[in-house]
């Protein structure tokens, strides 16, 4: 018997271990839910959880090297939470608590109201662009429920009525200052879930002052903002673009893909383009608060996430150097050009009116945008300042209007190593075949081209180095305008480059046109009649004929990493959008053809490179149209081994001088960057076409 006890002691231990547990859970069950039941119902029906959201870090934008363009800097801001305000605290109070300690730091909050008190103390209508808005919305039924013709006194007593203000009525200032902080917290949605920003941007003494206060003001804290930090605003703001508040229509768009009423979006350039890659994932958390307002936990369901980096194929040297130079070179046009009209004694046509430009410089093994540059430009950093965005809109130069990737101009003779390739492909001429240059050329008296000098005999090798308008306007003629415009589209001419930002399509001559009669051709061949294109679809096409025929995709998108750049998330490949399959040798043609009017003295651009170091191949071109003539040079280097494309456009520049002096500041500033010159090489004036 002893043994048998022996033999299962320990069995009936565990099983005596079991039951007293068991019995143990059943007691303290019965005591939750049968006698302390009613009281942890009314606990738990009394406990309101909410879930908050966090705002995350927009990612940064940086040039191809990794320097800074648009990054981030901490901020501080003072948030009223109204999950902590309980029991005799109001809204009105904490805000009055706040405006003491402000007005003691002569520190601003935000102040949106778009009504303001005069120097007699009477309510007067904010007097901006944006006030008329904030008006119409404030007046309707959702609102305040105004009519049209309410006055100032009329929206200060529904304001006053709205928000429990009539105490304060007696000081006027004061009851208008809590008006207007109510009425932002009403606009931004402010609630249980959604803490009220009331001031941005503390210095550090008064972020020690409020942290102090929020001791005893749990309501009122200090966060930590992300602000958006543009490190030049002139360097590239047709290109950056700019953040902002979603709108009504963006926020319907854009809710489904996770973002809140109050998040910012971006507005044009990269900001726009790469909004997927660069706004960041928001954070969450959940707060548990009881009945009588107490938070009694908060724990983090999931952290913020920043957005990505955005690499540009930008290089921010290079694009100093042709924002420097575009404006320098435009400057010295503009100048030369009133010199020579004042000593014709009021003629123009001289570069008098020469105010504009753009300039692009690609990479040619990935057609990637190295620089682009537009002149007049702007500050993107002031965009959002009313006063200075209506100066632009003002301003007849166009600082706003991005000339690089939109502005259309008429090419001028650049067009023709088009042109020639063309010719020699179909087997409309050979190398060799010459045609007599008389100056004037008539075959179509209605479309005569006039030559600037009488030429001779020309093959298309001394066609391209002096510019003959006569050898071209009989190859485009033999050729025709449907066979001219087939090889242009395939270069890119009239054809949105790929660009991830905005770009205009330009216009080609015979399939645009809307009428065409056969003298036009001749015109075309030259590179007037209906052709306007962008400078990124000429540097684009400079770089085809580089490239040796394959047309890449133009990008201003290197990559995309993480935010701490340490991963890839996305990196841009070269894609050949055109493999034109050119003859090799039709093409050395062509390209050593271009390589002299560099090099050959008879060469137009010969007196702006003849003592450059690295060998360039290029081309001249003048468009004639209201005013001086349009300038354009486009060039690749080096001639044996492309590395580089360059289009220069000057707006009236009259003399090509200058839009080589462009080109030339760029190859320096690529070729010998440790030597990048101080001040534009000097350039001595050619004849050009």
């Known amino acids: 018997m002893g043994k048998l006890i022996k033999e299962y002691k320990r069995p009936l231990i565990c099983l005596a271990l079991v039951i007293i547990f068991f019995v143990c859970f059943v007691a303290r069950l019965f005591d939750w839910q049968i006698i302390q039941g009613e009281y942890y119902r009314e606990e738990v029906a009394t406990t309101a959880n909410y879930r908050l959201t966090s705002d995350a870090t927009r990612g940064e934008i940086v040039d191809k090297n990794g320097v800074a363009?648009?990054?981030?800097?901490?901020?501080?801001?003072?948030?009223?939470?109204?999950?902590?305000?309980?029991?005799?605290?109001?809204?009105?109070?904490?805000?009055?608590?706040?405006?003491?300690?402000?007005?003691?730091?002569?520190?601003?909050?935000?102040?949106?109201?778009?009504?303001?008190?005069?120097?007699?103390?009477?309510?007067?209508?904010?007097?901006?662009?944006?006030?008329a808005f904030a008006l119409e919305k404030l007046r309707s039924s959702e609102y305040l429920n105004l009519g049209v013709y309410a006055t100032a006194d009329d929206y200060m007593k529904a304001l006053v009525s709205r928000y429990d203000l009539e105490e304060y009525e007696a000081d006027k200032e004061l009851c208008r200052n809590l008006a207007s902080v109510r009425y932002n917290m009403e606009m931004c949605l402010f609630s249980s879930t959604n803490p009220y920003t009331f001031a941005e941007e503390l210095s550090a003494e008064l972020s020690a002052i409020i942290s102090e206060l929020s001791q005893s003001l749990p309501c009122i804290d200090i966060t930590t903002v992300s602000k958006r930090i543009c490190?030049?605003?002139?360097?590239?703001?047709?290109?950056?673009?700019?953040?902002?508040?979603?709108?009504?229509?963006?926020?319907?768009?854009?809710?489904?893909?996770?973002?809140?009423?109050?998040?910012?979006?971006?507005?044009?350039?990269?900001?726009?383009?790469?909004?997927?890659?660069?706004?960041?994932?928001?954070?969450?958390?959940?707060?548990?608060?009881?009945?009588?307002?107490?938070?009694?936990?908060?724990?983090?369901?999931?952290?913020?996430?920043?957005?990505?980096?955005?690499?540009?194929?930008?290089?921010?040297?290079?694009?100093?150097?042709?924002?420097?130079?575009?404006?320098?070179?435009?400057?010295?046009?503009?100048?030369?050009?009133?010199?020579?009209?004042?000593?014709?004694?009021?003629?123009?046509?001289?570069?008098?009116?020469?105010?504009?430009?753009?300039?692009?410089?690609?990479?040619?093994?990935?057609?990637?945008?190295?620089?682009?540059?537009?002149?007049?430009?702007?500050?993107?950093?002031?965009?959002?300042?009313?006063?200075?965005?209506?100066?632009?809109?003002?301003?007849?130069?166009?600082?706003?209007?991005?000339?690089?990737?939109?502005?259309?101009?008429?090419?001028?003779?650049?067009?023709?190593?088009?042109?020639?390739?063309?010719?020699?492909?179909?087997?409309?001429?050979?190398?060799?075949?010459?045609?007599?240059?008389?100056?004037?050329?008539?075959?179509?008296?209605?479309?005569?081209?006039?030559?600037?000098?009488?030429?001779?005999?020309?093959?298309?090798y001394g066609a391209l180095t002096r510019s003959c308008n006569y050898y071209f306007a009989e190859v485009g003629r033999l050729l025709g305008i449907n066979t001219m415009y087939l090889y242009m589209e395939k270069f890119g001419l009239g054809e949105k480059t790929g660009l991830e930002v905005y770009e205009t399509q330009g216009f080609l001559a015979g399939r645009d046109s809307v009428s065409w009669l056969p003298g036009n051709t001749v015109q075309a061949a030259i590179g007037q009649s209906d052709n306007t294109f962008t400078p990124v679809q000429l540097a684009t096409y400079v770089a085809t004929i580089a490239n040796d025929g394959v047309r890449l995709r133009t990008h201003l998108v290197d990559k995309v990493t993480t935010y701490d750049r340490e991963k890839v998330v996305m990196q841009t490949e070269p894609e050949v959008v055109e493999d034109m399959q050119l003859t090799p040798y039709n093409l050395s043609v062509v390209q050593t053809a271009m390589r002299n009017v560099i090099a050959d003295e008879a060469g137009t651009a010969y007196w702006s490179f003849y003592d450059y170091e690295i060998p360039i191949a290029g081309k001249t071109g003048t468009a004639e149209n209201t005013g001086s003539d349009h300038t354009a040079f486009i060039c690749y280097a080096p001639?044996?081994?492309?590395?580089?494309?360059?289009?220069?456009?000057?707006?009236?520049?009259?003399?090509?001088?200058?839009?080589?002096?462009?080109?030339?500041?760029?190859?320096?500033?690529?070729?010998?960057?440790?030597?990048?010159?101080?001040?534009?090489t000097d350039t001595t004036a050619s004849p050009q076409n």
């Open 231 to 460: 490190v030049d605003g002139t360097l590239m703001p047709h290109i950056l673009g700019v953040t902002g508040p979603l709108t009504a229509e963006e926020y319907d768009e854009n809710k489904d893909k996770g973002y809140s009423y109050d998040d910012i979006i971006g507005k044009f350039g990269i900001e726009l383009a790469m909004e997927d890659y660069l706004k960041g994932e928001g954070g969450t958390k959940t707060v548990s608060k009881n009945s009588d307002g107490t938070v009694i936990s908060v724990v983090d369901v999931e952290p913020a996430k920043p957005g990505n980096t955005v690499y540009l194929t930008i290089d921010k040297h290079l694009q100093e150097v042709a924002n420097e130079s575009l404006a320098k070179n435009i400057k010295e046009a503009q100048a030369a050009g009133l010199e020579l009209s004042a000593q014709s004694g009021g003629e123009k046509g001289f570069g008098e009116d020469c105010t504009a430009g753009a300039v692009v410089m690609l990479d040619v093994d990935t057609f990637g945008v190295l620089a682009a540059s537009s002149y007049p430009s702007y500050d993107i950093t002031k965009y959002n300042d009313g006063d200075y965005y209506t100066s632009l809109l003002n301003d007849k130069k166009l600082p706003l209007y991005d000339r690089a990737f939109s502005g259309s101009f008429a090419p001028g003779s650049v067009v023709k190593p088009a042109v020639a390739i063309a010719a020699l492909e179909e087997g409309t001429v050979s190398e060799y075949t010459p045609v007599t240059c008389t100056k004037r050329y008539d075959y179509y008296p209605s479309n005569v081209v006039n030559c600037m000098g009488y030429h001779g005999p020309l093959d298309v």
């Open 639 to 680: 001639y044996d081994d492309p590395e580089v494309a360059i289009a220069v456009v000057l707006e009236h520049g009259a003399k090509g001088m200058y839009s080589m002096g462009v080109a030339r500041d760029l190859l320096d500033a690529y070729f010998f960057p440790e030597e990048t010159a101080s001040s534009p």
């Open 69 to 131: 363009i648009e990054t981030n800097t901490t901020v501080y801001s003072v948030i009223i939470d109204k999950l902590y305000i309980s029991g005799d605290l109001t809204v009105n109070s904490v805000i009055l608590r706040l405006f003491e300690v402000f007005e003691q730091m002569e520190a601003k909050w935000i102040d949106t109201l778009p009504l303001v008190l005069d120097k007699n103390e009477n309510y007067q209508f904010r007097d901006d662009e944006n006030s």
